[in-house]
């Protein structure tokens, strides 16, 4: 199986950046698409960003321009850089594999606020 780990959430003001690191490990060749989902209190969770085995990419409307999603050299780590950060951008987010699966990562939190 597949295990996530995310790291790079925080507290930052409005207009800030933010890095988001996920670290896949275990059966990790059969890996097929990376993602990026967040959670909102109320709100259903949502994709951010994805990006395939090919590096094809693709995002949510409300982040295109803002947010970046890419791969280490070594393919099992995927970043989210997020620029320009709105309050409507806090949520938990959560790193999501696929192969056959879903797998998830524990989610961390972000919160963009004065």
């Known amino acids: 199986q597949v295990q996530l780990v995310e790291s790079g959430g925080g507290l930052v003001q409005p207009g800030g950046s933010l890095r988001l690191s996920c670290a896949a490990s275990?059966?990790?060749?059969?890996?097929?698409?990376m993602g990026w989902y967040r959670q909102a209190p109320g709100k259903q969770r949502e994709l951010v960003a994805a990006?395939?085995?090919?590096?094809?990419?693709n995002y949510a409307d409300s982040v295109k321009g803002r947010f970046t999603i890419s791969r280490d050299g070594a393919k099992n780590t995927v970043i989210l850089q997020m620029n320009s950060l709105k309050p409507e951008d806090t949520a938990v987010y959560y790193c999501?594999?696929?192969?056959?699966?879903?797998?998830w990562g524990q989610g961390t939190q972000v919160t963009v606020s004065s």
């Open positions: 275990g059966s990790i060749f059969s890996i097929y698409v």
């Open positions: 999501n594999a696929q192969n056959l699966h879903d797998y």
């Open positions: 990006i395939t085995r090919g590096g094809n990419t």
